[in-house]
């Protein structure tokens, strides 16, 4: 049975700019933190405030608020962008690990919205796998 759909922008709802500030912000100390993201966290530079900026301005379009990627950097290509990492399965998993953590810290007070977004991740990172591997 459908409840009620929320037919709001991601961005909206989940409080804009700010909010997306703060979950690439926990998204990337949680990256820095974890052992279980060591593999992810050390294809990265040593500082993570680049990839801070640049996943912050990506999610803002992405959610459907300013398209502040495109406007600096043009068409997003990710997959192409991301070409250049060994991303497997275990590399997917370890970065949806801290999203999934950052988002459960950040939106406190939207499970619907938490439920979405993860799944939005997930298929966008699974997109991002760039090696063959036996099912
Ligand atoms: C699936 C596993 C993923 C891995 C291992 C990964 C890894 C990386 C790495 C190593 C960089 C370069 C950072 C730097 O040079 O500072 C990067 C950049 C970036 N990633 Fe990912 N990423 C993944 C998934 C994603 C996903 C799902 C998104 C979006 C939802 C995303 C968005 C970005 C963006 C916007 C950049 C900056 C691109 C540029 O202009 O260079 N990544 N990623």
Request: hydrophobic share 35%; with cysteine.
């Amino acid at each position: 049975m459908q409840i009620s759909k929320d037919i709001r922008s991601h961005y909206e709802r989940i409080g804009g700019e700010e909010k997306i500030r703060a979950l690439v912000q926990r998204f990337y100390q949680l990256m820095d933190e974890l052992p279980e993201a060591y593999g992810v966290r050390k294809m990265h530079p040593p500082s993570l405030k680049g990839a801070e900026g640049k996943l912050f301005k990506f999610l803002s379009g992405w959610m459907g608020g300013p398209q502040l990627f495109v406007q600096e950097y043009g068409h997003p290509m990710l997959r192409q962008r991301h070409m250049p990492f060994t991303i497997s399965r275990k590399e997917r998993d370890e970065w949806l690990l801290c999203m999934g953590q950052a988002i459960d810290d950040v939106v406190v007070d939207d499970e619907q919205l938490r439920n979405e977004l993860k799944v939005a991740f997930i298929k966008v990172a699974d997109f991002m796998r760039n090696q063959s591997e036996p099912d």
